[in-house]
Structure formats: structure tokens, C-alpha cells
């Protein structure tokens, strides 16, 4: 199961690849944020200021890919 979550009241963008406990969080670059499981695996990763990185209007559409 995978989540992707636009949280716009805290301009945030949240994609989960997993449910697995997340044990660490680190961020990596300013305002992105990882989290990892038990076997150092990332499991989760947060986009802080959303706003600033893409335009609002970009939000409205979605594309989800796979090979």
C-alpha cells in the first residue's frame, strides 16, 4: 500500500510507502524530511513549504506512473 497526503493547512506534501513503525526520521535537505523502519529501508518522505516548491495549480492533478 502506498499513501500520498496533501496536507495544505500545514503545506505539506507526505508519500508513505509502507505502514511499517517508523523508527528514524532525518531530514536530508531543508524542509525534506525521511523516515526509515527497523532495517534503515526509507518508508516515508515529507515535503515541508509544499507552496514554495510547485504551484498550487500543479496540485490539482495527479499522475501516477508504472513500468
Do not use: C, W
Not at 526509515?36 to 509544499?50: R, T
Not at 495549480?57 to 499522475?63: H, N, R, S
Amino acid at each position: 500500500m502506498v499513501k500520498l497526503k496533501v496536507d495544505h493547512k500545514n503545506d505539506a506534501l507526505y508519500f508513505r510507502l509502507d505502514e511499517t513503525r517508523i523508527i528514524e526520521s532525518e531530514e536530508v535537505r531543508p524542509g525534506v524530511i525521511l523516515d526509515y523502519d527497523a532495517d534503515d529501508n526509507v518508508i516515508g518522505v515529507e515535503i515541508l513549504g509544499l507552496s514554495e516548491r510547485i504551484p498550487a495549480e500543479a496540485l490539482k492533478t495527479l499522475q501516477f506512473e508504472t513500468a
